[in-house]
């Protein structure tokens, strides 16, 4: 299962191609390079402190409420799921036709547990809870990079996970910190076949968003991307492998057993989604159509932009592909595709919650001059506190 790069002069496109190839180590070795990498613990701490400090001194200037803010839209749903559990019948919005079976319950029930059942500040504390389940995802983040990217500028991606344009939802009251970590605990588990430890993760990420599901398709994929149709008979010599697929989705089954004691819909999760106007059509269709808004409508933001980064996610996506990057590119490609194929609003959202797409960009500037780099990465963190203060003043577009 090793691509590893070709040294020496290329005279085809397709050859050049090979010496982006990303080298997948043998798990004994992928083992070695997480127990030698020494995660900078000061810098992560460090960023989280600057990033946070800078936003809290936002909300001040504004005088709005940093915990209140950062617990409202999506926020507010997981505190309700924590408080009362899940809805017996919809009530929420303006319509009514809303509930909170669209979350999945293992973000609220951290919350639950870190606020004593509901005797401290539920938005203090899962401030605080967000912050830290980030701190150890970027600690895992630079383990999973010393095993696919030895000596990749470990720093580089620390400081672009903590500041780029729409990292403030690591700090609320949202699933993106927590599926973050199990997506990158996966990753390492996979790399150094410790199929134990993955089963456990797939199945807590298919419990904390309706995305976790697709690691267990996107680990298919690579599969047979790097031994084709030996895929299937190696499948029935590592059984390992198969319970990896059968486990992965049992949080997704649980949590659907869960509704249909609660709703008498299974699927409640999914057909709630038409209360926020999601409904399963083309995603290409609704790609070019959001991208249309910038010469027909470009008063219309809103959709030209989301339509913009999904574009953006496209890119990084192929990006992916050309390193050879399977599985990573088959996760981008389901967290992207999926939701695009129900309307354009919250990519930005999907795409930031999913580590493989800010694996991908830290790849691009990791090729770049360092100096230039680190300029994008400001610019980044510049243009995130004009969406930071777009947050606070409760801009829709941002949910």
């Known amino acids: ?132 389940l980030l701190a150890v995802a970027l600690g895992l983040g630079c383990r999973y990079l010393a095993i696919t990217r030895p000596g990749a500028p470990l720093l580089l991606f620390v400081w672009l996970a903590a500041s780029m344009p729409y990292s403030f939802y690591f700090s609320a ?12 605990a996966s990753l390492i588990d996979w790399r150094c076949q410790r199929t134990g430890r993955v089963m456990l993760w797939t199945l807590l990420l298919s419990m904390t968003r309706a995305t976790g599901v697709f690691w267990v398709i996107a680990m298919g994929i690579e599969l047979v991307a790097r031994l084709r149709l030996r895929a299937f008979t190696e499948l029935w010599r590592r059984p390992d492998w198969l319970l990896i697929g059968v486990v992965g989705p049992l949080g997704l089954f649980l949590f659907m057993a869960l509704l249909y004691h609660r709703t008498g819909d299974a699927l409640a999760f999914s057909h709630v989604q038409i209360s926020w106007g999601r409904e399963m059509g083309n995603p290409l269709t609704n790609l070019i159509e959001g991208l249309s808004y910038w010469q027909s409508a470009p008063e219309t933001l809103r959709p030209a932009w989301q339509a913009s980064m999904a574009l953006v996610g496209v890119g990084l996506i192929g990006w992916l592909g050309v390193q050879r990057r399977w599985l990573e590119m088959g996760l981008a490609g389901f967290t992207l595709f999926v939701p695009l194929a129900t309307g354009l609003d919250a990519i930005p959202r999907y795409m930031i919650g999913m580590p493989v797409f800010v694996l991908a960009l830290h790849d691009l500037l990791a090729r770049l001059p360092r100096t230039l780099a680190w300029g994008l990465v400001m610019l980044g963190a510049l243009a995130n506190l004009w969406l930071v203060e777009n947050w606070y003043d409760t801009v829709f577009w941002l949910v």
């Open 1 to 132: 299962m090793n691509d590893s790069v070709t040294a020496g002069p290329r005279s085809t496109l397709g050859e050049r191609f090979k010496t982006l190839a990303a080298e997948t180590p043998p798990p004994f070795e992928a083992l070695a390079r997480v127990q030698a990498v020494r995660i900078p613990w000061g810098h992560i701490l460090l960023a989280l402190l600057v990033t946070r400090a800078v936003w809290l001194a936002i909300a001040l200037w504004g005088d709005h409420s940093y915990l209140h803010a950062m617990a409202q839209f999506d926020g507010s749903w997981f505190k309700g799921i924590m408080t009362r559990g899940y809805d017996v019948e919809a009530r929420g919005m303006s319509d009514g036709d809303a509930a909170n079976w669209a979350f999945f319950p293992l973000y609220p029930a951290l919350l639950w547990l870190v606020t004593l059942g509901g005797q401290l500040d539920p938005e203090l504390m899962g401030v605080l809870l967000s912050n830290a």
């Open 173 to 184: 009251l949202y699933s993106e910190s927590l599926f973050w970590l199990l997506c990158l």
